[in-house]
């Protein structure tokens, strides 16, 4: 008996390939989900199924108390792919990614004067872990039952906010650039980089946490690159591993010592080779002009389904193949996305009104046909 914590669907998968999926009775899927922004190769990958085989043949699991050359050698290629200066910490869950980036932004401001606060937005979402929830600035993130939650965590409604209430206290600014729980809301170029300017000014770190918006999801290997800026502190984790467990927090301020932070599982073996091996692939997909090609058509479809049904869809929002919709009612969310399912595409939502679409990013031409094909029916099964 599980825990009831989660609300399911009815459907159980059994088996996937590329960006579609089949349940036990044998029905097939688009995948414009995968996972929550996870599977960016799509299902059963030949190349990570080699590279997870080879692995559990050779070594799963030291701990850290010995070196592990995947984990440094993903170090460096993160580090490399960030142009260089960042140094990493591997962890199993974005959670805990942005758990060290509390740790590491605690231990910065104390350094500087005992700041300890950490502002982050009122939108956003950091995690479920009891800090990343405080830090988390959706109001039903934290009701009272699970208080007390640690305090030093700051909400503001918009950068503007933000910046006014930077103080002598603040020793961080934590922003999802693409927000992906909070309805897919690419925050505004310009203020960020007014942000980012402001921050460095006054030493205060800036955090971006890239666990859904990172990893080529936006188009390129981190959002701050779309965003023209340089994050003190970076997390990532959804899309790294494929669907094996691995997160990151990548750090270009130097300030942990042995026994300041740690993890039994993070940086494993077998997480790090597969890790290392799906930035390559994604990187090559990305330097092919293939990614791109596929955000634009991707971009396209979507538009045209909202122009097809303004009457029930607003706008599409959203960068690279992190995209939603926004309806007008949202009332209607819940049914379109189970509509969806019942003609065999699979679509997210995210916030209380946005249609969410995380498509693997290597999806075929025909799956992506497939899957608007689907869509539509569904949508025009609901406006029956
Ligand atoms: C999913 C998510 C998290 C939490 O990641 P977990 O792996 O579920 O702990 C944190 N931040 C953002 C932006 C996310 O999308």
Same mark, same amino acid.
């Not at 597969?274 to 990305?286: F, G, H, N, T």
């Given at each position: 008996?599980?825990?009831?914590?989660?609300?399911?669907?009815?459907?159980?998968?059994?088996?996937?390939?590329? +960006?579609?999926?089949?349940?036990?009775?044998?029905?097939?899927?688009? #995948?414009?989900?995968? !996972?929550?922004?996870? %599977?960016?190769?799509?299902?059963?990958?030949?190349?990570? *199924?080699?590279?997870?085989?080879?692995?559990?043949?050779?070594?799963?699991?030291?701990?850290?108390?010995?070196?592990?050359?995947?984990?440094?050698?993903? +170090? #460096?290629?993160?580090?490399?792919?960030?142009?260089?200066?960042? *140094?990493?910490?591997?962890?199993?869950?974005?959670?805990?990614?942005?758990? %060290?980036?509390?740790?590491?932004?605690?231990?910065?401001?104390?350094?500087?004067?005992?700041?300890?606060?950490?502002?982050?937005?009122?939108?956003?979402?950091?995690?479920?872990?009891?800090?990343?929830?405080?830090?988390?600035?959706?109001?039903?993130?934290? &009701? $009272?039952?699970?208080?007390?939650? &640690? $305090?030093?965590?700051?909400?503001?409604?918009?950068?503007?906010?933000?910046? =006014?209430?930077?103080?002598?206290?603040?020793?961080?600014?934590?922003?999802?650039?693409?927000?992906?729980?909070?309805?897919?809301?690419?925050? $505004?170029?310009?203020?960020?980089?007014?942000?980012?300017?402001?921050?460095?000014?006054?030493?205060?770190?800036?955090?971006? #946490?890239?666990?859904? %918006?990172?990893?080529?999801?936006?188009?390129?290997?981190?959002?701050?690159?779309?965003?023209?800026?340089?994050? $003190?502190?970076?997390?990532?984790?959804?899309?790294?591993?494929?669907?094996?467990?691995?997160?990151? %927090?990548?750090?270009?301020?130097?300030?942990?010592?042995? !026994?300041?932070?740690?993890?039994?599982?993070?940086?494993?073996? @077998?997480?790090?080779?597969?890790?290392?091996?799906?930035?390559?692939?994604?990187?090559?997909? =990305?330097?092919?002009?293939?990614?791109?090609?596929?955000?634009?058509?991707?971009? =396209?479809?979507?538009?045209?389904?909202? *122009?097809?049904?303004?009457?029930?869809?607003?706008?599409?929002?959203?960068?690279?193949?992190?995209?939603?919709?926004?309806?007008?009612?949202?009332?209607?969310?819940?049914?379109?996305?189970?509509?969806?399912?019942?003609? !065999?595409?699979?679509?997210?939502?995210?916030? #209380?009104?946005?249609?969410?679409?995380? &498509? &693997?990013?290597? @999806?075929?031409?025909?799956?992506?046909?497939? !899957?608007?094909?689907?869509?539509?029916? +569904?949508?025009?099964?609901?406006?029956?």
């Amino acid at each position: 008996m599980l825990m009831n914590n989660y609300s399911r669907a009815s459907v159980s998968f059994v088996r996937g390939k590329g +960006a579609t999926l089949w349940d036990k009775c044998g029905k097939d899927y688009i #995948d414009f989900a995968s !996972g929550i922004g996870v %599977c960016a190769l799509g299902h059963s990958h030949k190349g990570v *199924e080699k590279v997870i085989s080879k692995q559990a043949k050779t070594l799963l699991h030291t701990s850290n108390l010995y070196n592990i050359t995947p984990q440094s050698k993903l +170090a #460096d290629k993160i580090s490399n792919m960030l142009g260089g200066g960042y *140094e990493l910490f591997f962890a199993n869950s974005g959670a805990e990614a942005n758990e %060290c980036a509390i740790k590491l932004a605690r231990k910065f401001g104390f350094i500087k004067g005992r700041k300890s606060e950490i502002i982050s937005l009122k939108n956003s979402f950091h995690g479920r872990t009891i800090a990343t929830l405080a830090m988390t600035g959706q109001n039903k993130f934290h &009701p $009272d039952e699970f208080g007390a939650y &640690p $305090d030093g965590f700051k909400f503001y409604d918009d950068i503007d906010e933000i910046i =006014k209430n930077l103080n002598q206290n603040t020793a961080a600014v934590i922003i999802e650039l693409v927000q992906g729980e909070g309805g897919i809301n690419p925050l $505004d170029k310009a203020k960020v980089q007014e942000l980012a300017r402001i921050l460095k000014q006054r030493d205060i770190l800036l955090i971006t #946490d890239e666990v859904q %918006c990172g990893v080529y999801r936006t188009g390129e290997f981190v959002t701050s690159k779309l965003y023209d800026i340089t994050p $003190d502190i970076i997390t990532f984790a959804k899309g790294l591993g494929n669907g094996v467990p691995i997160s990151a %927090c990548a750090s270009r301020v130097s300030i942990f010592k042995p !026994g300041d932070h740690g993890s039994t599982f993070g940086g494993g073996f @077998l997480v790090t080779s597969v890790a290392e091996y799906v930035l390559s692939q994604l990187s090559r997909l =990305k330097n092919s002009g293939k990614l791109d090609k596929k955000i634009a058509k991707f971009e =396209k479809n979507l538009d045209k389904l909202v *122009e097809q049904n303004s009457d029930i869809f607003l706008k599409r929002v959203g960068l690279g193949l992190m995209q939603g919709i926004v309806v007008k009612d949202s009332n209607l969310l819940s049914k379109i996305v189970s509509k969806a399912l019942e003609c !065999g595409v699979l679509v997210l939502r995210s916030g #209380d009104s946005t249609l969410r679409f995380l &498509p &693997p990013l290597n @999806l075929s031409k025909k799956e992506m046909k497939d !899957g608007f094909a689907r869509l539509k029916l +569904a949508i025009s099964e609901i406006k029956k």
